[in-house]
């Protein structure tokens, strides 16, 4: 009987073992990574940080990112294998959008992303950088630089707002050049349309109100505009828009 009874002793000794060894190859101690290094990859986790989603504010939470887009946010045990920052006593806010810049380079990209701007509206900028920063914004690699939407060239006329910077670009003279106009910067790929209106401006010429409504008027036409916002100039007379964006 005592025989027995060591054998079985012995017996749960080893499931004890066995079971800590099972628990111990399952379990992966999660890396904390200081805030502002680097991770290999575009996977992480933010943990314990306090999150505001832009109308509430949620604590003490869990942010999940897996492969550039964020995969959860909450109190959820997060994956055991992914690097961890550490975001007790911090705020995450969604990024920042500037919706009117003017970039000409990526320098200017890399510093507004360091202060929390991760989207650039450009108003003028030329044709070949933005186009090189459109193809950014489909991957979701690491990246120190903001996005860039652009308008590209502005709608302005001769001499007008704009030309200041020795950009080439059309401009327009006549309210029946509008059409055209238009689908130029179309064909140049612009993001939205941005029109400089200024009416008494004392050292540039302006386009004439009739030619602001027929830029507009061209733009319903075609189907793609989405959002505009009034100028700072006199609209009494006429219906000013300054961006208008296609859908």
């Not at 904390?32 to 986790?45: E, L, Q, R």
């Not at 327009?172 to 349309?193: K, P, V």
Request: charged share 15%.
């Amino acid at each position: 009987m005592m025989k027995l009874t060591a054998w079985r002793a012995l017996q749960h000794t080893f499931l004890v073992l066995a079971a800590s060894l099972a628990t111990a190859c399952a379990t992966v101690t999660a890396v904390i990574v200081a805030v502002g290094t680097p991770v290999d990859g575009n996977s992480f986790v933010v943990r314990d940080v306090r999150v505001f989603d832009g109308q509430r504010a949620l604590e003490h939470v869990n942010v999940v990112v897996t492969a550039g887009r964020i995969a959860a946010v909450g109190r959820a045990t997060p994956p055991p294998d992914l690097p961890v920052y550490d975001g007790s006593g911090r705020t995450l806010l969604p990024g920042l959008i500037d919706a009117h810049a003017r970039v000409s380079n990526q320098r200017e990209l890399r510093d507004a992303l360091r202060f929390g701007v991760t989207t650039e509206l450009d108003i003028l900028t030329t044709l070949a950088f933005a186009r090189a920063q459109q193809s950014r914004r489909t991957q979701f690699e690491r990246t120190d630089l903001a996005e860039l939407y652009s308008a590209g060239s502005p709608v302005t006329s001769p001499r007008g707002l704009g030309t200041q910077f020795g950009i080439p670009f059309a401009t327009i003279s006549q309210s029946d050049a509008a059409a055209a106009l238009l689908r130029g910067r179309i064909a140049e790929g612009a993001d939205y349309l941005t029109i400089l209106y200024e009416p008494g401006a004392p050292v540039f010429t302006t386009i004439t109100g009739e030619t602001l409504v027929a830029v507009i008027a061209a733009a319903q036409v075609a189907g793609e505009v989405e959002h505009s916002t009034s100028t700072e100039a006199d609209c009494s007379q006429v219906p000013c828009h300054r961006h208008l964006q296609w859908s």
